[in-house]
């Protein structure tokens, strides 16, 4: 059995990141993330990478587009507002077709807000972020050791069908301590034809670019992307499920609030009440398949939430509205106990899934 080591959320992903082959960081400091940088300036020195603090966020995922564009595995991460000032980069990224990985560690909100754990980003990571019509691919880690694989994950994803992937987590995961194996198997980068390196003189100029002034062109170019984004929703689906095959009441939870519910199910159960969990590891593409199938014998679902009721629409659009769905929630930085699942999971069985 490999070996493991305590490291919080934050480290973890900055190292699986340089396992993965990443060589450039660009970042700005933001709790609750701030440690991926800190982490990234420290480490790649010593090993001939680039850190830099960029002047701001949108300078920061710029430099992200111009390393991509050159075929290099690159990173960047923040918290919530940092990602909002990064919404017009990843939309350039999606018009340029280029993958790189982007790590938001979410924080309360709106606005400043403050610095505890949310979910309220996923409207914004799972609806593209930025303007036009793109996805990303998007990461939900349930624990510090999901934090290290799934950044592994997402840049091999990320290569693999030029799209940017981004790790949502909330500021839980980024901030816990828990042993993590760094001993995994990393597919190396794959060559990129398409890349900026320069000719020398033996190919055709490569241009990256996401203008399109035809509008006959820029459409057949968004015809083709979503192609490709149906093949990643056919193929790259993740989720876990727990005690879900005979569950009258379903919970949907992701990060942080499915640990809490995973505790609230398995009291639920010693109380007789069937319940179970699914437990989407891709926000997009979204696990629809094992939703429809729980709505053919749950009475109710439940979406926990550190939000005000967001993924709930796809838990909903995924069963087809066939069963009543509520939300469990707390927001503004504060996580729902189990206790309060707990008192949520009775109620759905007392009324029979009745709205």
């Known amino acids: 059995m490999a070996d493991k080591v305590l490291m919080k959320g934050n480290e973890a992903i900055a190292e699986a990141a340089i396992i993965a082959g990443c060589r450039h960081y660009f970042g700005y400091p933001i709790t609750p993330q701030t440690e991926v940088a ?43 507002p940092g990602i909002s000032l ?25 606005g400043l807000g403050g610095i505890q754990p949310s979910q309220s980003d996923y409207f914004q990571a799972t609806r593209g972020g930025g303007h036009g019509d793109y996805h990303m691919i998007v990461l939900a880690p349930a624990s510090v050791q999901e934090m290290a694989e799934l950044t592994v994950k997402g840049f091999e994803l990320a290569d693999k069908y030029r799209m940017t992937s981004m790790i949502l987590a909330d500021g839980t995961m980024g901030q816990m301590m828990e042993p993590v194996s760094l001993d995994f198997d ?19 100029h490569n241009i990256v670019n996401s203008l399109s002034l035809v509008p006959e062109e820029l459409e057949q170019l968004n015809f083709e992307r979503y ?27 992701f990060g942080i609030a499915a640990r809490v519910s995973k505790n609230a199910v398995n009291e639920a159960r010693a109380q007789g009440i069937k319940a179970g969990l699914i437990r989407p590891i891709t926000l997009w593409p979204f696990p629809k398949a094992p939703f ?9 679902m439940i979406s926990v939430e550190l939000s005000m009721g967001q993924m709930i629409e796809d838990v909903q659009l995924a069963t087809e509205c066939r069963v009543p769905v509520t939300l469990c929630n707390r927001a503004g930085g504060m996580i729902p106990s189990p206790e309060q699942v707990l008192e949520a999971i009775k109620e759905a069985d007392k009324n029979g899934g009745a709205k």
Do not use: C
């Not at 990393?186 to 055709?204: F, I, S």
């Open 227 to 253: 192609k490709r984004y149906k093949i990643v929703e056919e193929n790259e689906t993740r989720y876990e499920e727990y005690m879900v095959d005979d569950a009258d009441i379903v919970i949907a939870a």
């Open 86 to 110: 990064k919404g017009e980069g990843l939309s350039y990224l999606a018009g340029s077709d280029l993958p790189a990985l982007v790590v938001n560690v979410q924080r309360g909100g709106p």
């Open 186 to 204: 990393v597919a190396p980068a794959p060559e990129k034809p398409w890349a900026t390196t320069g000719t020398k003189m033996q190919r055709e």
């Open 292 to 300: 429809k199938k729980a709505a053919t014998h749950a009475k109710a």
């Open 38 to 80: 800190a982490y990234m300036a420290k480490k790649m020195p010593k090993i001939g990478g680039v850190f830099l603090q960029a002047e701001s966020e949108i300078a920061a995922i710029n430099m992200v587009y111009g390393v991509s564009s050159a075929g290099k595995r690159v990173m960047t991460s923040s918290s919530s």
